[in-house]
């Protein structure tokens, strides 16, 4: 739910509520900034992908030379 909405309705309750308040012109205002406000937000845009994906940088030499020895003494 949007704080937008929340904060309309509760400025339409205290309206609804309370009309002849020193507060209410204000709130009158208040309410229609907020519908204006509304209405000239943008839509969601949706996110743009990044180009191809990282990957790790490949090491010129591997840690170990020699093949191992354990996959020979199996056999």
Do not use: C
């Amino acid at each position: 739910m949007n704080d937008n909405l929340l904060i309309e309705n509760a400025i339409l309750a205290f309206l609804h509520h309370y009309p002849d308040h020193e507060w209410a012109v204000q709130y009158a205002e208040l309410l229609t900034k907020l519908r204006a406000l509304k209405d000239e937000q943008p839509t969601n845009n949706p996110v743009q992908k990044r180009g191809r994906p990282a990957k790790r940088q490949r090491k010129k030499e591997t840690a170990s030379t020699a093949p191992s020895k354990e996959a020979e003494a199996t056999t």
